[in-house]
């Protein structure tokens, strides 16, 4: 495995498996969750993001999920949201870390949602962009983006091409995607089993949104080929204490398209909730 240029890193071991994670400054607790896709990592997902909010006086911890990155890929496992809140419950009991925000992408927000309902008193705010787990998988599996990505990964590993033009469809500026996030995503897609897609399942928590107690902010980009818009009405109604962000010329990921933005809303909201 040719190694990743992904900095201080650490590891703890947790529900059995070993976890990478990055940890970067002072103050109270933010866990940071990335989403699915062939090669994703913390590290991939947030590295424009954390240092920031590091420098603004939170301690930002960015793991890896089990299948992606630096941490353990188990060809067995069975990647459902349960398997991942499970490992996370380890992970931050593992850490000492006290109640978190948890700030989630996609899968990670479907994981922040569903720790939140299993263990509500751990969570002391939610930052979600395009979270999963507020629509039926077949509604998911209707988007173009779902469906080229499930297409390009039954091919096996992607060459530098094929990811570059997966990550392309994440955006709404294709344009963003740089020559160090296809690298890094390549690497990490290499050693992934063809599980961490194939038996992957989110539950539809819109039903329970109501349960949710802490203060939420939200992003979803209007132009989103991978969560259905409609998916942003559920979570600000659902959520009595939420703040929804919908962003213009945006994709799935507005931590990437919009990162100024994005870091001063999310440091706004932490000093303020």
Request: net charge negative; charged share 15%; with cysteine.
């Amino acid at each position: 495995m040719s190694e990743l240029p992904i900095p201080q890193a650490h590891y703890v071991n947790a529900n059995g498996l070993k976890i990478h994670y990055l940890d970067e400054g002072q103050g109270q607790p933010v866990v940071f969750l990335h989403g699915s896709g062939p090669g994703a990592s913390g590290y991939s997902n947030f590295k424009m993001n954390y240092p920031q909010l590091a420098a603004a006086g939170y301690r930002c911890i960015v793991p890896d999920l089990p299948g992606y990155g630096r941490s353990d890929k188990p060809e067995d496992a069975q990647y459902i949201n349960d398997y991942f809140i499970a490992t996370l419950h380890a992970f931050i009991a593992a850490l000492d870390l006290g109640p978190v925000t948890l700030l989630g992408n996609s899968l990670g927000g479907a994981i922040a949602l569903g720790y939140a309902l299993a263990y509500p008193d751990e969570v002391s705010r939610l930052i979600l962009m395009a979270p999963g787990g507020v629509e039926e998988r077949e509604a998911y599996f209707e988007m173009e983006g779902i469906k080229r990505m499930m297409a390009l990964f039954a091919q096996g590993p992607l060459d530098h091409d094929s990811m570059r033009k997966l990550l392309g469809f994440q955006l709404f500026d294709a344009t963003q995607v740089s020559d160090a996030v296809v690298n890094e995503r390549v690497a990490v897609c290499a050693l992934q089993p063809s599980t961490v897609l194939s038996t992957m399942r989110v539950p539809n928590y819109t039903e329970r949104l109501g349960e949710i107690k802490c203060p939420t902010l939200a992003f979803w980009g209007m132009n989103d080929q991978f969560n259905p818009l409609s998916g942003a009405q559920k979570v600000a109604a659902g959520i009595a204490d939420c703040k929804m962000v919908l962003v213009n010329q945006c994709g799935h990921w507005v931590m990437v398209e919009h990162q100024d933005f994005f870091n001063r809303s999310c440091i706004d909201f932490l000093n303020h909730s």
